[in-house]
T-cell receptor, first 112, second 111 residues
Framework: DVKVTQSSRYLVKRTGEKVFLECVQDMDHENMFWYRQDPGLGLRLIYFSYDVKMKEKGDIPEGYSVSREKKERFSLILESASTNQTSMYLC???????????FGDGTRLSIL | EDKVVQSPLSLVVHEGDTVTLNCSYE??????LLWYKQEKKAPTFLFML????IEKKSGRLSSILDKKELFSILNITATQTGDSAVYLC???????????FGKGITLSVRP
């Protein structure tokens, strides 16, 4: 079974802090993704990576950056957290276009 | 801009009912249509549909894709309370397997 592990289920941070969300997958997938999920808006893609050190912007990249130094790990960084970044963050990984993405359990992030 | 629309947004049924969930899409470089079920935590994968007209089944759930009319349906027969969840539809596009999601359908199954 594919396992996608996110480092925290719940996280509370303060406005202006730098926040790191970590994601690790164990299936040697090339592609990894970060989404945020908000009521009424569904899942929206923030960034994705199709190889080590490669990244592409998704639909809502503003205020975020990412890092992929190793194939199995994909980090989402909030450079200076703001209250409108309070959300559920979901990481996913997938192989080629014939395979579905598999999701981690999510991190519920609150910015105070 | 890629767009996926699901309907209805929410649905309340009684155990034993049959439900049909709808998903339409307008995307470029379409590859596949995926359905996920989300309860409290991670979305879990249900179906991946790439070809038109071929029904995929898993127990009481089934799904089909119409690439001409750009939509898919997810059917659940003999619903149970454990089917209560948010059902997500997503279009897979492009070479890097990007997913565009609909807003989800909240299904509540009452005993």
């Amino acid at each position: 079974d594919v396992k996608v592990t996110q480092s925290s289920r719940y996280l509370v941070k303060r406005t202006g802090e730098k926040v790191f969300l970590e994601c690790v997958q164990d299936m040697d997938h090339e592609n990894m993704f970060w989404y945020r999920q908000d009521p009424g808006l569904g899942l929206r893609l923030i960034y994705f990576s199709y190889d080590v050190k490669m990244k592409e912007k998704g639909d809502i990249p503003e205020g975020y950056s990412v890092s992929r130094e190793k194939k199995e790990r994909f980090s989402l960084i909030l450079e200076s957290a703001s209250t409108n970044q309070t959300s559920m963050y979901l990481c996913a990984s997938g192989g080629d276009s014939n395979q579905p993405q598999h999701f981690g359990d999510g991190t519920r992030l609150s910015i105070l | 801009e890629d767009k996926v629309v699901q309907s209805p947004l929410s649905l309340v049924v009684h155990e034993g009912d049959t439900v049909t969930l709808n998903c339409s899409y307008e995307v470029t470089n379409f590859r596949s249509l995926l359905w996920y079920k989300q309860e409290k935590k991670a979305p879990t994968f249900l179906f991946m549909l790439t070809s038109s007209g071929i029904e995929k089944k898993s127990g009481r759930l089934s799904s089909i894709l119409d690439k001409k009319e750009l939509f898919s349906i997810l059917n659940i027969t003999a619903t149970q309370t454990g089917d209560s969840a948010v059902y997500l539809c997503a279009a897979l596009t492009g070479a890097n397997s990007k997913l565009t999601f609909g807003k989800g359908i909240t299904l509540s199954v009452r005993p």
